[in-house]
């Protein structure tokens, strides 16, 4: 079946660095993919939609210029969480949809900040 | 925008006892409709689905209703075993519309299974 792979699946980085997260489908195209934020024993809740080849649409709440998404290619979205605070710690995990709508999840990365 | 509502948040049951969870949604456009089991720390992993043009879908001991009329969904585990304990979250989205695939999900529910 479709496979979503997310890297790293845990880090750990200082205050005020940036962390990149990536997602990739591995068996087929995904012109749209979906970043997601998870909170210890809460939903996920959908951060902003991932385009290829233009610009992400974001929640609204979710700060653009500190969670910066690049889909540059039909299988590669990442996911820059700029100037990171110990608040931005959580779960984030991707999906992409394959065609059908069906969505696969990446393995989810854990981001502590501190 | 979609409103996804789910209940119950937790669910304890005797194993081979059977599980309902129930959502409700919103947005008459939605026609697509997930069912996520996650474990902790792990990616949610699809277990079923619906679409709005039929009411009810079967595999084996899951089976999923869909009542658009009213706007709610239900999951139905049968003969439940320790190893379904898990958080079960409910979806939906419009796999037609601009928002191609954008999951709406409900709030969760912790299933424990009791042996």
């Known amino acids: 079946g479709a496979v979503v792979s997310q890297h790293p699946s845990r880090v750990i980085c200082k205050s005020g660095t940036s962390v990149k997260i990536e997602c990739r489908s591995l068996?087929?195209?995904?012109?749209?993919m979906f970043w997601y934020r998870q909170f210890p024993k809460q939903s996920l809740m959908l951060m902003a939609t991932s385009n290829e080849g233009s610009k992400a649409t974001y929640e609204q709440g979710v700060e653009k210029d500190k969670f910066l998404i690049n889909h540059a290619s039909l299988t590669l979205s990442t996911l820059t969480v700029t100037s990171a605070h110990p608040e931005d710690s959580s779960f984030y995990i991707c999906?992409?949809?394959?065609?059908?709508?069906?969505?696969?999840f990446g393995q989810g990365t854990r981001l502590t900040v501190v | 925008g979609e409103n996804v509502e789910q209940h119950p948040s937790t669910l304890s049951v005797q194993e081979g006892d059977s599980a309902v969870i129930k959502c409700t949604y919103s947005d008459s456009a939605s026609n697509y409709f997930p069912w996520y089991k996650q474990e902790l720390g792990k990616r949610p992993q699809l277990i079923i689905d619906?679409?709005?043009?039929?009411g009810e879908k079967k595999d084996q001991r899951i089976a999923v209703t869909l009542n658009k009329t009213a706007k709610h969904f239900s999951l139905h585990i049968t003969e439940t075993q320790p190893e379904d304990s898990a958080v079960y979250f409910c979806a939906a989205a419009n796999a037609g519309g601009t928002s191609y695939g954008k999951l709406t999900f409900g709030q969760g529910t912790i299933l424990t299974v009791h042996p």
């Open positions: 619906i679409r709005s043009n039929v």
């Open positions: 999906s992409a949809m394959r065609p059908g709508a069906v969505a696969f």
């Open positions: 068996d087929f195209q995904a012109t749209t």
